[in-house]
């Protein structure tokens, strides 16, 4: 069992940055990993996964070039970095482990069985 925590949200304006984190409790080096987000009335959409070792990440279209994933498996933790934040990225930011041991990025929400509680982020314009 994986218990996730994330961290880092918050209020701020237009172009600002936010650096989320998510530790975990066990270890997460076998496991490719994801956030996601869900504004309000709308489904939980994929932002951001990267692989078990770090070397392979994904992007949805609307943060690539702004949002950076990263992760220190020394620390069983994984890093948001978001830059230049729109209004649009208001919403609760998820971290989720991957189920199996796949080892690359995912999309689908299907695919993550360890969910965190939610951290807010709030851009206003």
């Known amino acids: 069992q994986v218990q996730l925590v994330e961290s880092g949200g918050g209020l701020v304006q237009a172009g600002d940055s936010l650096r989320l984190s998510c530790a975990a409790s066990?270890?997460?080096?076998?496991?490719?990993m994801g956030w996601f987000r869900q504004a309000p009335g709308k489904e939980r959409e994929f932002v951001a996964a990267?692989?078990?070792?770090?070397?392979?990440?994904d992007y949805a279209d609307s943060v690539k070039g702004r949002f950076t994933i990263s992760r220190d498996n020394s620390k069983n933790t994984v890093y948001l970095q978001m830059n230049v934040l729109e209004p649009e990225d208001t919403a609760v930011y998820y971290c989720?482990?991957?189920?199996?041991?796949?080892?690359?990025?995912?999309?689908?929400?299907?695919?993550?069985?360890?969910w965190g509680q939610g951290t807010q982020v709030t851009v206003s314009s």
């Open positions: 989720a482990v991957l189920l199996s041991s796949y080892p690359y990025p995912s999309r689908r929400l299907r695919d993550y069985a360890y």
């Open positions: 066990g270890r997460t080096d076998s496991r490719s």
């Open positions: 990267i692989s078990r070792g770090g070397g392979a990440t």
